[in-house]
């Protein structure tokens, strides 16, 4: 059997395949609960009564995968991808960074696992570029069927910032952390905290980042929080698709993007997006499309799991 792993920094998903279409055994794990990879794995494996059946891995993690050693940029987490092959997985591993084992998935999307956001748009034989926002900012890209893994959430926000909001969050950020933001920074779990703590000026209710975002108990910082982010990701977007040249499809994943992007802001999503003085006609071409699914990790690395 094959061990099927998407290891965020903050939550670990899991399941096994036998090399079919399907996988089973499906769970998560908190990733701060435990002191390495290998604990994780071994965690899940004893908990199905599958440590002697799996002899296999495809595992996404939420780092740079450049050698042997790999360590993860917003999680405690180090481990060496021959030591673990040697100790769980003698058969095969496939360790790759967590955005572009979720690109893997794209192909196989089901019409009922995405939404276009705005008009649908007829995509052309193009980059795609996959973004999801969690507790870091990933960025996988497609180009003729290769999938590069990128740290593009780690490129600085522009200081000169014409939304007045968004202009004091960068400046009280840049006085705090003694450099600029990146679009991490704030197109992320923490970045929502911060957003919406800086516009109460320390003087708002505690509310963790999924509260912001729910807004169950509606309060002005937290409609502000997301209007400002949403008009972020949709400006990021419209960077990085100009960037990557995305005429195949600009593609959102996870929570945040779902919670943040909803049927009602798709076409000023869209607006935001298209805002250029000399680009406009080629980003209205771009199509721009919201991933539905929660387990897309998992289904690319089902994808993976053939080769192996």
């Not at 002697?52 to 740079?64: H, L, M, R, S, T």
């Not at 920074?185 to 929502?192: M, P, R, V, W």
């Not at 209205?284 to 539905?292: A, D, E, R, W, Y």
Request: with cysteine.
């Amino acid at each position: 059997m094959i061990l099927l792993a998407d290891i965020g920094a903050t939550n670990a998903r899991f399941s096994v395949t036998n090399g079919g279409p399907l996988y089973e055994h499906s769970d998560n794990l908190q990733v701060s609960e435990y002191n390495s990879l290998q604990e994780l794995c071994i965690k899940y494996l004893e908990k199905y009564q599958l440590k002697d059946k799996v002899n296999k891995a495809v595992i996404g993690v939420a780092a740079p995968v450049i050698n042997d050693e790999v360590s993860f940029v917003n999680a405690s987490i180090s481990f060496s991808t021959q030591e673990l092959k040697e100790e769980l997985f003698k058969k095969g591993l496939i360790v790759i960074n967590d955005l572009a084992l979720q690109a893997h998935a794209l192909q196989s999307l089901e019409e009922n696992e995405f939404s276009h956001i705005g008009v649908k748009k007829d995509q052309l034989n193009g980059p795609k570029i996959l973004i999801s926002p969690g507790t870091g900012l990933g960025l996988a890209g497609i180009v003729n069927q290769d999938i590069i893994a990128t740290e593009a959430g780690h490129l600085n926000i522009p200081q000169k910032e014409k939304e007045s909001d968004l202009k004091k969050i960068i400046d009280f950020f840049m006085v705090s952390n003694n450099r600029a933001p990146t679009y991490e920074d704030f197109l992320s779990g923490k970045g929502i905290k911060f957003f919406y703590e800086t516009l109460s000026e320390g003087k708002g209710e505690y509310l963790s980042s999924k509260e912001i975002l729910e807004n169950k108990d509606p309060c002005k910082n937290c409609i502000n929080t997301r209007v400002l982010l949403v008009h972020l990701l949709a400006s990021y977007l419209r960077y990085v698709a100009l960037v990557w040249g995305s005429t195949g499809g600009v593609y959102l994943s996870g929570s945040i993007a779902n919670s943040l992007i909803t049927k009602e802001t798709f076409q000023s999503f869209r607006e935001i997006f298209e805002e250029s003085e000399t680009m406009q006609n080629l980003l209205k071409s771009i199509p721009l499309i919201l991933v539905t699914i929660e387990d897309i990790g998992l289904r690319g690395a089902l994808e993976i799991s053939k080769k192996l």
